[in-house]
């Protein structure tokens, strides 16, 4: 899978201090379309507010994640304004199984869709109705035909590398775009958010030590080189500035809810607040 060829020149223009909706240089495009909410829900169960990254490079376009049930119609509407159908994605590549990352899959059926291989073969042997694996999703994802299972290493789009960062999942990959000047590093729940970045511990995993390592892993990914940005599952990109992660872009999360006597009468409560 690998080859010498589409190397990304990523300019300083990603190190603004708004990360901008698309960022056009060097042939390649990258683009939060949805951003994840470093946040649970506290009643209802998993919230699953969790990132989508367009990435654009010549004829190929790529989705790192695509959302839960919920974010569908969304997903849909972002990439018509983005003058793109689901049709129009040529590469899905999935950091991990779980159902807020992986399910719209199938809204991208005709691309080309990379998951760990390890990853797979952890999901499909999941006991069904009792773990946030989309079971039968993951089933009929497996027997896919454009499937391709990935491994270390693995160049699984122009210039992108995928790595093995197990904890969270025991399959999860990273996604580390090397580019000529600075790189971009797709950590999905991995770390999940700036939190887990600075304490090196993390809310939800299956093995604490794997999840120390793979974040010790993005941490020296990121001080590679100057510049160089992580963009979490549930969070905003950041960049290093004295080796302290500031974010790149303002947040955009709030909830609207019908308190009042009829459905014209909305709250809207702001969830962007520190």
Not at 28 to 45: S, T
């Amino acid at each position: 899978m690998r080859c010498a060829k589409g190397r990304i020149s990523l300019s300083r223009t990603l190190l603004s201090v708004k990360w901008e909706n698309a960022m056009r240089v060097g042939g390649y495009e990258i683009d939060i379309v949805v951003q994840g909410y470093p946040g649970k829900a506290v009643c209802h169960g998993g919230l699953g507010w969790s990132t989508i990254v367009l990435n654009r490079h010549g004829e190929r376009v790529a989705l790192v994640d695509c959302g839960s049930f919920g974010m569908r119609k969304l997903l849909i509407e972002r990439l018509a304004a983005r003058g793109l159908k689901p049709a129009d994605v040529t590469d899905l590549l999935l950091t991990h199984s779980h159902y807020d990352h992986s399910v719209n899959w199938t809204l991208f059926h005709r691309a080309r869709i990379v998951a760990g291989r390890r990853e797979m073969a952890w999901s499909i042997a999941e006991p069904w109705g009792e773990t946030v694996v989309p079971e039968l999703y993951v089933s009929a994802l497996d027997a896919w035909p454009t499937l391709a299972r990935a491994d270390e290493g693995d160049e699984v789009f122009p210039g992108i590398t995928a790595h093995l960062a197990p904890g969270h999942t025991p399959g999860h990959l990273v996604f580390r775009l090397h580019g000529a000047e600075h790189d971009v590093i797709f950590v999905g729940d991995a770390a999940k958010n700036r939190a887990e970045l600075l304490c090196r511990r993390v809310d939800a995993t299956f093995d604490e030590q794997d999840s120390a390592a793979s974040i010790d892993m993005i941490w020296r990914f990121w001080r590679d080189r100057p510049g160089n940005v992580v963009a979490p599952g549930h969070d905003l990109p950041m960049r290093l500035e004295n080796d302290e992660p500031v974010y790149l872009g303002e947040r955009q999360a709030s909830i609207q809810a019908w308190f009042g006597d009829d459905i014209e009468t909305t709250t809207t409560i702001d969830l962007t607040r520190r």
